[in-house]
């Protein structure tokens, strides 16, 4: 009877493919059970036929979710098999993701400091007025603030997104004791129209070295070192320049062209380029930050990451650094 079958078909079990096709064609088959029983339903009398239906119904859901639960125990049991049985089967292919150009010469450059002597210092991004400006001997009304672009949060003037990560040197030196050598990395931030070559935010490294007897000789060596450990063999020049937190003051240029050894990398233009500022650190700041400017002396450089990449890198546009487009972030997949 039905009620028979269904009862049969709810503790029916079987380990084979074979076993569940027997058990598939039996019931739901073209000449199967189930379809007889539906042809039967025109003989049923009438009284009867609505619960004669409803049990029919109820073995073809039975049966098909037997078999649909069935087959699909196999499939999993097989899988495992496969993967555990065969060691012939060739294996899924690893989707490795890829580094950020930005962290890949960040930690270039992290690693090149390191080798001699200098730790890794982070801060805020938003900063305080002290942190980012006064402290650096760029008290209120000091016009070299409008070289900055800052963004104020709001209308508080002492909440700002820092422009440079001199901010974290500052906060390192009120909290550490001389000798110092850190590096600072960080994103930065400045209200500049957006292009190829500039946007509203970029990564800086910046350095601080303070010791007693210090000199411009130590930086320029150190500097030397930095970029021939960069770009390979390569030509350095510093042209004066202004800081209001350094004295004397440079800008350093590289020189890009035929005779750097990472001249393969090269597309498109030689000469100068100007990578880094740098000089040594004013006595203000020094004493500003609690550091006796009679007994220690210092240097300091600070370097963009973004503009640097683009150049290692032969990259064109500096918006592409912040696009998130994977057809872009993938080329750097073989780059660690
Ligand atoms: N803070 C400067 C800038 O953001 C860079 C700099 C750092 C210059 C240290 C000199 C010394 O442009």
Same mark, same amino acid.
């Given at each position: 009877t039905l009620k028979e079958h269904i @009862?049969?078909?709810?503790?029916?079990? @079987?380990?084979?493919?074979?076993?569940v096709e027997a058990f598939r064609i039996k019931y739901l088959g073209k000449k199967g059970l189930l379809n007889q029983f539906f042809a039967e339903f025109k003989n049923v009398p009438n009284e009867q036929k609505k619960e004669f239906g409803q049990t029919i119904n109820h073995l073809k859901t039975a049966a098909t979710d037997k078999v649909n639960e069935l087959k699909s125990a196999l499939e999993t049991q097989s899988e495992e098999k496969g993967i555990f049985g065969d060691l012939t089967r060739p294996g899924e292919p690893l989707e490795l993701g890829a580094r950020h150009p930005i962290?890949?010469? *960040?930690?270039?450059?992290?690693?090149?400091?390191?080798?001699?002597?200098?730790?890794?210092?982070?801060?805020?991004?938003?900063?305080?007025?002290?942190?980012?400006?006064?402290?650096?001997?760029?008290?209120?009304?000091?016009? @070299?603030?409008?070289?900055?672009?800052?963004?104020?949060?709001?209308?508080?003037?002492?909440?700002?997104?820092?422009?440079?990560?001199?901010?974290?040197?500052?906060?390192?030196?009120?909290?550490?004791?001389?000798?110092?050598?850190?590096?600072?990395?960080?994103?930065?931030?400045?209200?500049?129209?957006?292009?190829?070559?500039?946007?509203?935010?970029?990564?800086?490294?910046?350095?601080?070295?303070?010791?007693?007897?210090?000199?411009?000789?130590?930086? *320029?060596?150190?500097?030397?070192y930095f970029t021939t450990e960069l770009f390979g063999k390569s030509k350095i020049r510093l042209r004066p320049s202004y800081f209001p937190f350094t004295e004397p003051s440079a800008e350093v240029d590289v020189y890009w062209g035929l005779e750097t050894e990472t001249d393969y990398r090269m597309t498109k233009g030689t000469g100068w380029l100007e990578i880094m500022g740098?000089?040594?650190?004013?006595?203000?700041?020094?004493?500003?930050?609690?550091?006796?400017? *009679?007994?220690?002396?210092?240097?300091?450089?600070?370097?963009?990451?973004?503009?640097?990449?683009?150049?290692?890198?032969?990259?064109?546009?500096?918006?592409?650094?912040?696009?998130?487009?994977?057809?872009?972030?993938?080329?750097? *997949?073989?780059?660690?």
């Open positions: @009862a049969e078909v709810e503790k029916f079990t @079987a380990d084979t493919t074979e076993a962290s890949i010469v *960040k930690n270039q450059i992290i690693e090149i400091f390191s080798r001699i002597g200098f730790n890794v210092s982070e801060g805020p991004e938003i900063e305080d007025d002290w942190h980012n400006f006064t402290a650096l001997n760029l008290p209120e009304y000091h016009p @070299a603030r409008d070289m900055q672009d800052t963004f104020f949060i709001q209308t508080d003037p002492d909440v700002l997104l820092r422009t440079h990560t001199s901010s974290v040197q500052v906060r390192y030196m009120e909290n550490n004791k001389p000798p110092i050598r850190t590096i600072s990395p960080g994103r930065v931030y400045r209200n500049e129209a957006i292009s190829a070559r500039s946007h509203c935010f970029f990564h800086q490294v910046e350095g601080l070295y303070i010791d007693k007897d210090v000199s411009f000789a130590d930086l *320029k060596q150190t500097l030397q740098c000089g040594m650190v004013d006595p203000n700041v020094l004493d500003n930050c609690g550091i006796d400017s *009679k007994e220690y002396s210092g240097f300091a450089f600070g370097m963009g990451i973004d503009r640097i990449a683009l150049l290692l890198h032969q990259i064109s546009d500096i918006r592409l650094l912040s696009e998130n487009d994977l057809r872009f972030l993938e080329q750097f *997949k073989s780059a660690l």
